[in-house]
């Protein structure tokens, strides 16, 4: 298996553009993270998805902040209007059991983002 | 008080030392997770445990649920064990993680 698959590997853009980062996870997981990575802050989590609901998203940091997962192997970070502050590093994970139930999380290479 | 903590936050050893990272928690967890982060950027899962130890080559990792308490260590330690060690506490009520800060390793040759 490829592992975890994030596209792009660096964005860059300005201020108030949208950004679109691509998540596909390891084929037979049914659970997906997203999480963001500062000096600042270290890793957060941001959402997490089991069987494409959303099961807790009280870490995104703002309506600015959306994701989806239309089906089991594709899900989006959508940031609408970028700023500055979004400038991390964020990271997809994906494990195969249920959300209450622990299992090894398997992390994607990341997406280096930058607003300027 | 973050709800996950580590320590050391820096650690520097020779080639050959064994090392131990700690990590203390204060929530209610389901599993506690150690992360190897490379120079690189990209990060592994080591450990995913609920209780007792695990040992995978050179690494053990521990736990001690009473005392929400968990170590890793590595033995004969090598420079390529350098990386970023991070511990995280999925709670018991679904599963999120809580990370700590991370300790950054360095191991001399």
């Known amino acids: 298996d490829a592992g975890v698959i994030q596209s792009p590997r660096h964005e860059v853009t300005e201020m108030g553009q949208e950004v679109t980062l691509r998540c596909k996870p390891i084929?037979?997981?049914?659970?997906l993270f997203w999480y963001r990575q500062t000096m600042m802050r270290g890793l957060e989590l941001l959402i997490y998805?089991?069987?494409?609901?959303?099961?807790?998203d009280s870490g995104m940091p703002e309506d600015r902040f959306s994701a989806k997962m239309p089906n089991a192997s594709f899900s989006t970070l959508k940031i609408q209007p970028s700023e500055p502050r979004d400038s991390a590093v964020y990271f997809c994970?994906?494990?195969?059991?249920?959300?209450?139930?622990?299992?090894?999380?398997?992390f994607g290479p990341g997406t280096r983002l930058t607003v300027l | 008080k973050n709800e996950v903590e580590q320590s050391p936050q820096n650690l520097t050893a020779q080639e050959g030392e064994f090392i131990t990272i700690n990590c203390s928690y204060s929530?209610?967890?389901?599993?506690l997770h150690w992360l190897q982060q490379h120079p690189g950027g990209g990060i592994v899962s080591l450990f995913m445990?609920?209780?007792g130890k695990k040992k995978h080559g050179r690494l053990i990792a521990t736990i001690n649920i009473q005392e929400k308490h968990s170590s890793l260590h590595i033995t004969a330690s090598h420079p390529r064990d350098s990386a970023v060690y991070i511990c995280?506490?999925?709670?018991?009520?679904?599963?999120?993680?809580?990370f700590g800060e991370g300790t950054q390793l360095t191991v001399n040759p």
């Open positions: 998805f089991n069987n494409n609901v959303p099961i807790d």
């Open positions: 084929s037979g997981h049914n659970s």
């Open positions: 995280a506490a999925q709670e018991t009520s679904g599963s999120r993680l809580t």
């Open positions: 445990l609920s209780s």
């Open positions: 994970a994906s494990s195969s059991l249920g959300p209450y139930n622990t299992d090894t999380q398997y």
């Open positions: 929530v209610g967890i389901s599993a």
